[in-house]
């Protein structure tokens, strides 16, 4: 089972683009347990690549962003989800960025949650679920 602390090492290592950006966070945060911020961090890169064409490390992010979703405990899948996967349509609207240029990347379990969260978003269901969780 994947673990918080696996979360940002797997996403580095399926994207080395994103090295010296993750050690300038590093040293400017002193507290090096912000789990979300750090995803935010990453979100950021990951649309910037799209905005500038550069998604060759994208099939290996997004295996990593799968195998979060299928592999991690309970707080991975839940950060990756609202970390990850809602980090990237927000910050890619708010870049006027369509949102749907990532679909192509994403696996059959990231899908799923990225489709709840647009249904979450436009008012369709009332809450991002696990439902074949009960």
């Known amino acids: ?5 696996q979360i ?3 996403l580095l290592e399926a994207c080395p683009s994103f090295t010296q950006k993750w050690a ?3 040293a400017f945060y002193e507290c090096k347990d912000l789990l ?12 910037e690549l799209l905005k500038t064409n550069r998604t060759d490390e994208f099939p290996a992010v997004f295996e990593i962003i799968e195998r ?11 950060a990756t989800t609202i970390g990850a996967l809602e980090g990237i349509q927000n910050v890619a609207r708010n870049s006027g960025i369509d949102t749907e240029e990532f679909i ?14 647009n249904e979450f978003w436009t008012g369709k269901i009332p809450f991002v679920s696990d439902i074949n969780k009960a």
Request: aromatic share 14%; glycine share 2%; proline share 4%.
């Open 1 to 5: 089972m994947i673990a918080k602390d």
């Open 8 to 10: 940002m090492p797997l």
């Open 24 to 26: 300038e966070y590093r």
């Open 36 to 47: 979300y911020v750090e995803l935010d961090t990453f979100v950021d890169h990951i649309v």
């Open 68 to 78: 979060l979703h299928l592999e991690g405990d309970d707080y991975v899948r839940e």
């Open 104 to 117: 192509q990347y994403l696996r059959p379990e990231s899908l799923k949650w990225w489709r709840q969260l």
